[in-house]
């Protein structure tokens, strides 16, 4: 099948390797010259782990072409797929001015497409809207076929989907699609395109809320002397709970989650429904940033001139994504305090997202020497197992240790001399029979 895919972003150059590796003929086009040439000369940027090997046998195969929407090329196609971005608009909503340029340049430009397929995430009711407007004179169908890619794990992601959601316009274009997918072992989910444009929403808004509210019940466990820890093990073990998405801690952040929920929030609102639950999933996961903030409030009174290091500024580990990362909340307040700042990420650009006032650092070392409090807010490998000996002997007391992701062992780091914090842990403190620390946490205590 020969399929022309706009956006070759994170999705889009996922979509084009793995389609050229299912036996596909796939043109994927950008507007963006050094993207394009990046992807081509195998230069990918972030963490895609596969993605680099994906792309080379694909380009090697000659089933995957990259070109520039403006190059000469064969522009003949059974489907095209739109997996341009969706950034939020100050209202909450989702803009929609590349998903409807992609769709004007895929109407004058590509011949022979029986359907658009939206990769990009839209608020449900915008596909039939998009058909009416620009494809119903064309008569070209229209599907909904959202990706559940996590960033860092998408190639991983992609070949071993839970399920492939279609909402097809019409009998043809569902075929066209299964076609598509022809090689993936997952059950289909055939529908309108409006129900598989909010299971996509759905689905993050749900995760979501699953965080919120274990950050919720760990904000209780705080105040009741509880083990979170415990907690999340005795109700993950009930399938019908399950046990992933149950980590507390800073909260929720990246390039999905945050803008997909507001997007939500906003769908509602203009449609007349106020969705409360959402809007308490958007409260608590903001609140959820402040804790660090009101723990160093709580030991050290006042916060002028007061060391901090904050390690772990990208949105989760694995990956240099600092979108909507907690961290780019924190560090702007820590420094307003008059705190001293010093951050270090393994892997994101602290410099050119962090207020000029914090130092940005080489290394766990370095960010810890002579600070009188450590803020872990991502939960990167070497930065929780880096040598916390060492780093307790570098700090000034009180080494306040505010473990934003519940991913060190508390014992182990009170015995090393930290006034450790984590969230909704303070029953582990010192305990004499922990059970289910993480194991990240359990191996530093061996
Ligand atoms: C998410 C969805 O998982 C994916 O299906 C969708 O296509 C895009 O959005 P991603 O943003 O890559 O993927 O990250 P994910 O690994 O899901 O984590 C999202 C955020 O939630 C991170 O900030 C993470 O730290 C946080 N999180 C996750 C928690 O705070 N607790 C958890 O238990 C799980």
């Known amino acids: 099948m020969k399929v022309v895919i706009l956006g070759l972003g994170y999705v889009g150059s996922v979509a084009s390797a793995a389609f050229a590796r299912s036996g596909h003929e796939v043109l994927g086009l950008d507007i963006n010259r050094e993207v394009v040439s990046n992807l081509a000369s195998g230069n990918v940027v972030g963490f895609e782990p596969g993605l680099k090997e994906l792309l080379a ?76 407007q620009f494809l119903d004179a064309a008569g070209i169908g229209y599907v909904s076929n959202p990706e559940f890619l996590r960033e860092g794990n998408a190639v991983h992601d992609w070949f071993h989907p839970d399920r492939i959601v279609i909402g ?40 979501a809320t699953k965080i919120a509210f274990v950050n919720e019940i760990a904000n209780l466990c705080e105040r009741l002397d509880a083990h979170i820890d415990d907690v999340t093990h005795g109700i993950g073990l009930d399938p019908r709970i399950g046990s992933n998405y149950l980590r507390p801690g800073l909260g929720y952040g990246g390039s999905c ?122 939960e990167w490998r070497e930065i929780v197992s880096s040598d916390w000996a060492a780093a307790a002997r570098r700090m000034a007391p009180p080494r306040l240790l505010f473990d934003g992701r519940n991913a060190l062992d508390p014992d182990a780091m009170a015995r090393l001399g930290f006034e450790y914090r984590g969230v909704g842990r303070r029953g582990t403190i010192l305990a004499t029979s922990n059970t289910s620390a993480g194991s990240m946490g359990r191996a530093l205590s061996d």
């Open 168 to 207: 097809a316009s019409s009998p043809i274009a569902l075929k066209r699609m299964k076609a598509l997918y022809h090689d993936m072992e997952a059950p289909v989910v055939a529908t309108d395109v409006t129900s598989a444009e909010m299971i996509k929403y759905a689905a993050n808004a749900f995760l």
């Open 257 to 378: 989650f945050p803008k997909d929920v507001r997007a939500l929030d906003f769908l509602s609102t203009s449609n007349g429904h106020s969705f409360e639950l959402l809007r308490s999933v958007i409260t608590v996961n903001n609140r959820q940033r402040l804790l660090p903030l009101l723990a160093l409030r709580e030991v050290f009174g006042a916060l002028q001139g007061v060391k901090v290091a904050v390690l772990g500024i990208a949105f989760k580990p694995d990956t240099d994504d600092t979108r909507d990362a907690p961290a780019l909340d924190l560090v702007p307040l820590l420094v307003e305090e008059g705190m001293e700042v010093r951050a270090y990420d393994p892997a994101a650009d602290a410099r050119k997202v962090l207020p000029p006032e914090a130092k940005v650092c080489g290394s766990v070392a370095e960010a810890v020497e002579g600070a009188q409090a450590v803020v872990l807010a991502t």
């Open 57 to 132: 046998s694909g380009l090697a195969s000659g089933r995957l072409r990259l070109a520039h929407v403006d190059d000469p090329a064969d522009r003949s196609a059974d489907l095209v797929m739109v997996c341009v971005g969706t950034p939020s608009l100050a209202s909450g909503g989702a803009n929609l001015a590349y998903v409807r340029s992609a769709l004007e340049w895929a109407i004058r430009n590509v011949s022979g497409a029986s359907a658009v397929v939206m990769k990009s995430t839209v608020p449900p009711g915008t596909g039939k809207r998009l058909k009416a």
